[in-house]
């Protein structure tokens, strides 16, 4: 523990949001932006490598990581003596509407909207028996493996494809992209056919893990973190780089099923060697520790940054090649680990983290609403 907080947590949430903008900075450098990335097309060996080390890993953190905050808030509510769910479904209703706006707004493919509903469910499990949430598990394990399943021998069988007619490629103009996000929606958001099935196994997944104590620097923890390395990582990885390298027809097999098998292997590496460390060691550290503690602010902000630097309409650095895209990645990195420690050396909570809170607690003033 550092200041009352867990020392692994703001890390884990830090490399998750930068690695996120890892895997999409490769859609706004993408000519014709989210539209293109969906048109397709030939990835070279380069390319296909350096998406292997981000592609759906990071997001599977996140995702792994707002499970246990969920669990964190649940057990907060319980000791305080609250009603739960109580105003944490505010919390979901804000994150939808946050949601809503990142997506129409900024990017095509937002995670907040499907976090929100999911929240929601998972709220309802979260003070239920283990054997309760596991079946949810399975469950949630299984209709996600049957849809990927089904998807892929379509792929394979010629059956399935980006339909014609799709939305424009051109990133010359904000307000048409605008337009496009809400003409394509369904386009747009289809994802969440994998997305909330995979975001309700794995919250599931991080409240039982904070529960077993898999962030602890303890025996039962390390034990934990080693067992995590070992399947994560060590079956994990090969896997993930089958499937990376295998063709365009193992997309949703390595994205939403291989992937999250390893982003349990780097939790457990990245909590192993946290707890290892001296605190606040070290400038990166204390870099992703502010990324993980305004981790809503830099999720919103790198993609703020990427769609200026990257569409047409603003420097229009895309179409470059896997090395501009990847200098662009360590630089909003290196710009938001400086940015975010800057701020909250004066500030005790990231912008939209305030904002959060305010809205958060507002109505919970009104004596009507008490």
Same mark, same amino acid.
């Given at each position: 523990?550092?200041?009352?907080?867990?020392?692994?947590?703001?890390?884990?949430?830090?490399?998750?949001?930068?690695?996120?903008?890892?895997?999409?900075?490769?859609?706004?450098?993408?000519?014709?932006?989210?539209?293109?990335?969906?048109?397709?097309?030939?990835?070279?060996?380069?390319?296909?490598?350096?998406?292997?080390?981000?592609?759906?890993?990071?997001?599977?953190?996140?995702?792994?990581?707002?499970?246990?905050?969920?669990?964190?808030?649940?057990?907060?509510?319980?000791?305080?003596?609250?009603?739960?769910?109580?105003?944490?479904?505010?919390?979901?209703?804000?994150?939808?509407?946050?949601?809503?706006?990142?997506?129409?707004?900024?990017?095509?493919?937002?995670?907040?909207?499907?976090?929100?509903?999911?929240?929601?469910?998972?709220?309802?499990?979260?003070? !239920?028996?283990?054997?309760?949430?596991? %079946? @949810?598990?399975?469950?949630? *394990? /299984?209709? #996600?493996? +049957? =849809?990927?399943?089904?998807?892929?021998?379509?792929?394979?069988?010629?059956?399935?494809?980006?339909?014609?007619?799709?939305?424009?490629?051109?990133?010359?103009?904000?307000?048409?992209?605008?337009?496009?996000?809400?003409?394509?929606?369904?386009?747009?958001?289809?994802?969440?056919?994998?997305?909330?099935?995979?975001?309700?196994?794995?919250?599931?997944?991080?409240?039982?893990?904070?529960?077993?104590?898999?962030?602890?620097?303890?025996?039962?923890?390390? !034990?934990?973190?080693?067992?995590?390395? %070992? @399947?994560?990582?060590?079956? *994990? /990885?090969? #896997?993930? +780089? =089958?499937?990376?390298?295998?063709?365009?027809?193992?997309?949703?097999?390595?994205?939403?099923?291989?992937?999250?098998?390893?982003?349990?292997?780097?939790?457990?590496?990245?909590?192993?060697?946290?707890?290892?460390?001296?605190?606040?060691?070290?400038?990166?550290?204390?870099?992703?520790?502010?990324?993980?503690?305004?981790?809503?602010?830099?999720?919103?902000?790198?993609?703020?940054?990427?769609?200026?630097?990257?569409?047409?309409?603003?420097?229009?650095?895309?179409?470059?090649?896997?090395?501009?895209?990847?200098?662009?990645?360590? *630089?909003?990195?290196?710009?938001?680990?400086?940015?975010?420690?800057?701020?909250?050396?004066?500030?005790?909570?990231?912008?939209?983290?305030?904002?959060?809170?305010?809205?958060?607690?507002?109505?919970?003033?009104?004596?009507?609403?008490?």
């Amino acid at each position: 523990m550092v200041g009352g907080r867990v020392a692994a947590l703001d890390v884990l949430r830090g490399v998750a949001i930068l690695g996120t903008l890892g895997t999409n900075i490769w859609i706004f450098t993408t000519s014709g932006g989210a539209a293109g990335f969906l048109s397709g097309g030939e990835s070279g060996f380069a390319e296909t490598e350096l998406r292997f080390l981000s592609n759906g890993k990071y997001l599977a953190l996140l995702s792994i990581m707002f499970g246990i905050g969920l669990a964190m808030q649940h057990a907060s509510a319980l000791r305080r003596g609250e009603r739960w769910p109580g105003w944490y479904l505010w919390r979901s209703a804000l994150l939808l509407f946050e949601g809503l706006i990142h997506y129409v707004l900024i990017f095509e493919f937002d995670v907040l909207m499907f976090y929100a509903l999911v929240s929601v469910l998972v709220a309802y499990l979260v003070g !239920r028996s283990d054997k309760v949430i596991r %079946g @949810w598990m399975i469950a949630q *394990g /299984v209709l #996600l493996t +049957a =849809i990927i399943g089904l998807l892929t021998w379509a792929l394979f069988a010629g059956t399935a494809g980006t339909p014609s007619g799709g939305p424009p490629t051109d990133t010359s103009n904000w307000l048409a992209q605008v337009q496009a996000r809400l003409d394509y929606a369904g386009l747009y958001r289809v994802e969440a056919l994998f997305a909330i099935p995979l975001s309700t196994v794995l919250f599931l997944a991080g409240v039982r893990l904070l529960r077993a104590g898999a962030l602890e620097d303890s025996e039962r923890g390390r !034990r934990i973190q080693r067992r995590l390395v %070992g @399947w994560g990582l060590g079956l *994990g /990885v090969p #896997l993930n +780089a =089958i499937t990376s390298f295998a063709g365009a027809e193992w997309f949703l097999v390595d994205r939403y099923l291989c992937a999250p098998v390893v982003a349990f292997g780097l939790l457990g590496l990245i909590t192993m060697l946290v707890n290892r460390m001296r605190a606040e060691a070290g400038v990166v550290r204390r870099g992703l520790t502010s990324v993980g503690r305004a981790a809503l602010t830099c999720y919103i902000g790198q993609n703020v940054i990427a769609s200026i630097l990257c569409y047409d309409w603003g420097f229009g650095l895309n179409g470059h090649g896997p090395a501009v895209t990847a200098a662009l990645w360590l *630089g909003i990195s290196v710009l938001l680990m400086a940015g975010a420690s800057w701020w909250l050396r004066r500030h005790e909570r990231g912008p939209m983290e305030a904002l959060w809170q305010w809205a958060h607690r507002a109505p919970q003033r009104l004596p009507a609403l008490r």
